[in-house]
């Protein structure tokens, strides 16, 4: 293997590694709803839900890193430019989370001053990381843009995925400067914070996964470049053209004109749209050559990759993003379930199956296809998905408890949240959740031991 390769492998492990954090601290926020005396005086609610949120931001972008660091070697045929300070910013970045983690678990708070913002917390939710470890992540970003651009110079050569991956690294870094500007005006605060939350992660996001996803489709359907590259054309399209507008789904209640309930409730329903396509025509085209692929698991976490991305992020957030529809759903569980759904198919499902795409490199094919990836794959999409439905009923009644009937009142909020709706879909969010932090296990072991175990028929052959 390329030494890119090599570090791809340690991203790719870390990234499991904080994913099952994320599990756990998704457990604990949870279990806050049925039992809010849990952990009381210890830790604080808000601080496991930072604690979740913030790590499922970093296992994702530790699984993109470490896919893109697989396949560049592969596309230029060459060891990717500056691969040894990538090494060395790898150890730093885990280490920095280490410390991250560390402070928000037994500091929890600090001062409101620049202390308090440089070694505890910005404040700003998604982005609560101290500003050293903020800083941090821009140097590993702009250290990532040095390999992937300096090796595109050294061979000489662009080729389509590469460059639509070198234009995005440009909003990826740029866009991520909004975590440190902190002013005063919480309008104009909001205004730029959501060109990082969204733009970053909805834009940028979807842009880096359609160029991870056409490398892997055409290592697991033998896919031609040509039909990837068309609709990585397509998606950049979409991205510019309506990514941009559909941010203003996140302007309605803070004070920017009312144009944007129009432009931002229409124009956000239509960035999952190319990868879908994406997925579907390589599909469709390797059906012509029937369907000729040696990884299924990776082939099944496509397919949830391409459809958890339409429906979570393209359905689910169309259903709620219209402002006839917002002005009753935001800030309640029923965002909460699109962003659980929506995380997951655009991204979670793509970097597993790139997984699996690695370790079939790595370890082989021969016991690929056995029963254990089954049923992780089994018990995480009905983990999730019944987590999404509890959620959303959940979401439903504060809609029309907390805001339809209540009028937004703190008495009304109050009244949602005792409402047995709403309780019972936080107990049945619990139950699913344990289903998926199980189907989490499974996965984990299977990545870890595949190819490294016999099946029962070849031990009983052995002896």
Request: aromatic share 16%; net charge neutral.
């Given at each position: 293997?390329?030494?890119?390769?090599?570090?791809?492998?340690?991203?790719?492990?870390?990234?499991?590694?904080?994913?099952?954090?994320?599990?756990?601290?998704?457990?604990?926020?949870?279990?806050?709803?049925?039992?809010?005396?849990?952990?009381?005086?210890?830790?604080?609610?808000?601080?496991?839900?930072?604690?979740?949120?913030?790590?499922?931001?970093?296992?994702?972008?530790?699984?993109?890193?470490?896919?893109?660091?697989?396949?560049?070697?592969?596309?230029?045929?060459?060891?990717?430019?500056?691969?040894?300070?990538?090494?060395?910013?790898?150890?730093?970045?885990?280490?920095?989370?280490?410390?991250?983690?560390?402070?928000?678990?037994?500091?929890?708070?600090?001062?409101?001053?620049?202390?308090?913002?440089?070694?505890?917390?910005?404040g700003r939710k998604?982005?609560?990381?101290?500003?050293?470890?903020?800083?941090?992540?821009?140097?590993?970003?702009?250290?990532?843009?040095?390999?992937?651009?300096?090796?595109?110079?050294?061979?000489?050569?662009?080729?389509?995925?590469?460059?639509?991956?070198?234009?995005?690294?440009?909003?990826?870094?740029?866009?991520?400067?909004?975590?440190?500007?902190?002013?005063?005006?919480?309008?104009?605060?909001?205004?730029?914070?959501?060109?990082?939350?969204?733009?970053?992660?909805?834009?940028?996001?979807?842009?880096?996964?359609?160029?991870?996803?056409?490398?892997?489709?055409?290592?697991?359907?033998?896919?031609?470049?040509?039909?990837?590259?068309?609709?990585?054309?397509i998606e950049v399209?979409?991205?510019?053209?309506?990514?941009?507008?559909?941010?203003?789904?996140?302007?309605?209640?803070?004070?920017?004109?009312?144009?944007?309930?129009?432009?931002?409730?229409?124009?956000?329903?239509?960035?999952?749209?190319?990868?879908?396509?994406?997925?579907?025509?390589?599909?469709?085209?390797?059906?012509?050559?029937?369907?000729?692929?040696?990884n299924r698991p990776?082939?099944?976490?496509?397919?949830?990759?391409?459809?958890?991305?339409?429906?979570?992020?393209?359905?689910?957030?169309?259903?709620?993003?219209?402002?006839?529809?917002?002005?009753?759903?935001?800030?309640?569980?029923?965002?909460?379930?699109?962003?659980?759904?929506?995380?997951?198919?655009?991204?979670?499902?793509?970097?597993?199956?790139?997984?699996?795409?690695?370790?079939?490199?790595?370890?082989?094919?021969?016991?690929?296809?056995?029963?254990?990836?089954?049923?992780?794959?089994?018990?995480?999409?009905?983990?999730?998905?019944?987590?999404?439905?509890?959620?959303?009923?959940?979401?439903?009644?504060?809609?029309?408890?907390?805001?339809?009937?209540?009028?937004?009142?703190?008495?009304?909020?109050?009244?949602?949240?005792?409402?047995?709706?709403?309780?019972?879909?936080?107990?049945?969010?619990?139950?699913?959740?344990?289903?998926?932090?199980?189907?989490?296990?499974?996965?984990?072991?299977?990545?870890?031991?595949?190819?490294?175990?016999?099946?029962?028929?070849?031990?009983?052959?052995?002896?």
């Amino acid at each position: 293997m390329y030494r890119s390769q090599q570090l791809a492998l340690k991203y790719l492990a870390a990234a499991i590694v904080i994913f099952g954090a994320m599990v756990v601290a998704g457990l604990m926020s949870a279990y806050y709803y049925i039992n809010p005396d849990f952990l009381f005086g210890l830790l604080h609610f808000n601080i496991s839900k930072t604690l979740h949120i913030d790590t499922l931001v970093i296992w994702l972008l530790f699984g993109f890193i470490g896919a893109v660091y697989w396949y560049l070697p592969e596309e230029f045929g060459i060891e990717p430019v500056g691969i040894k300070a990538a090494e060395v910013l790898f150890y730093v970045l885990c280490a920095a989370i280490a410390v991250v983690t560390l402070v928000f678990v037994f500091i929890q708070y600090g001062p409101s001053n620049e202390v308090g913002m440089w070694l505890v917390n910005q404040g700003r939710k998604y982005v609560e990381a101290p500003r050293w470890a903020a800083v941090g992540i821009v140097v590993v970003m702009l250290v990532f843009a040095y390999n992937v651009i300096g090796t595109a110079i050294r061979a000489r050569k662009i080729t389509g995925i590469v460059g639509v991956l070198i234009v995005d690294l440009i909003p990826l870094i740029v866009l991520y400067l909004d975590a440190f500007p902190a002013a005063r005006n919480m309008s104009v605060d909001l205004f730029w914070w959501w060109w990082l939350v969204h733009m970053w992660v909805e834009a940028t996001w979807e842009v880096l996964i359609g160029c991870i996803m056409a490398w892997a489709l055409m290592n697991l359907l033998g896919t031609s470049r040509r039909i990837v590259e068309a609709w990585l054309y397509i998606e950049v399209a979409l991205v510019l053209g309506t990514g941009i507008l559909g941010l203003g789904h996140h302007y309605f209640w803070i004070g920017t004109p009312q144009y944007w309930l129009a432009v931002g409730g229409f124009f956000s329903a239509f960035e999952p749209l190319p990868l879908l396509g994406m997925v579907i025509h390589a599909i469709y085209d390797a059906g012509t050559h029937h369907m000729k692929t040696t990884n299924r698991p990776a082939f099944y976490w496509m397919l949830a990759e391409a459809f958890g991305n339409f429906i979570g992020a393209g359905v689910w957030g169309f259903m709620m993003t219209l402002p006839q529809v917002n002005l009753y759903s935001h800030g309640t569980q029923w965002t909460v379930s699109h962003g659980h759904f929506a995380f997951w198919g655009a991204y979670a499902c793509g970097v597993i199956s790139v997984c699996y795409l690695v370790l079939q490199k790595v370890r082989g094919s021969a016991f690929l296809d056995g029963i254990t990836w089954r049923w992780a794959f089994a018990a995480l999409n009905v983990g999730l998905v019944g987590m999404v439905g509890a959620l959303l009923i959940s979401g439903f009644a504060q809609a029309f408890i907390e805001r339809a009937q209540g009028g937004s009142t703190l008495e009304a909020f109050i009244a949602g949240q005792e409402n047995f709706w709403f309780l019972d879909g936080m107990y049945a969010r619990f139950a699913f959740g344990l289903i998926f932090a199980a189907g989490y296990v499974v996965l984990a072991y299977d990545l870890l031991t595949i190819g490294r175990r016999l099946p029962v028929h070849a031990m009983a052959v052995a002896e």
